[in-house]
């Protein structure tokens, strides 16, 4: 697990999801957006790709119908070596089995965010857990 606190970000954006499945596409838009605005040079389709991933594993998993809850926390981060850190929070502070999701065992989300170029890890954070996706950029600006 990797602490956020190792984090060292040149430039970060927040996006406040609902808890609900209109989530899914306000990521991908305000994430295709918020990308831009970092200016990440790597692969923008692959990261909102994973992005959706995340947040649509936080409400598959980490959400019970019917309550009202808050939506998942995400950040976009670009450090200064340049890597892409999406970090996705929730509420649910347990990820069994975290191996063999990445490793495809267990459906085909994070194994797939995995070949997009992402290293998925994940951590306790402030009464849940976040699942990072570091990913790093195709080339590396002058």
Do not use: C
């Not at 200064?80 to 347990?94: G, K, Q, R, S, W």
């Amino acid at each position: 697990m990797e602490p956020a606190a190792a984090l060292l970000a040149s430039r970060e954006t927040r996006l406040l999801l609902p808890a609900d499945p209109s989530a899914l596409k306000l990521a991908r838009i305000n994430g295709r957006m918020r990308l831009a605005m970092l200016s990440w040079h790597g692969n923008q389709h692959a990261a909102i790709d994973v992005l959706y991933v995340l947040v649509n594993n936080a409400l598959e998993h980490a959400l019970s119908p019917g309550e009202t809850q808050q939506g998942p926390e995400v950040w976009l981060r670009v450090t200064e070596a340049h890597d892409l850190i999406i970090d996705v929070t929730d509420l649910d502070p347990e990820f069994p089995n975290f191996d063999q999701a990445v490793a495809g065992e267990l459906g085909h989300g994070l194994w797939g965010a995995k070949h997009l170029g992402a290293a998925i890890t994940w951590f306790p954070a402030d009464g849940g857990k976040t699942v990072r996706a570091t990913m790093r950029p195709e080339r590396v600006p002058a």
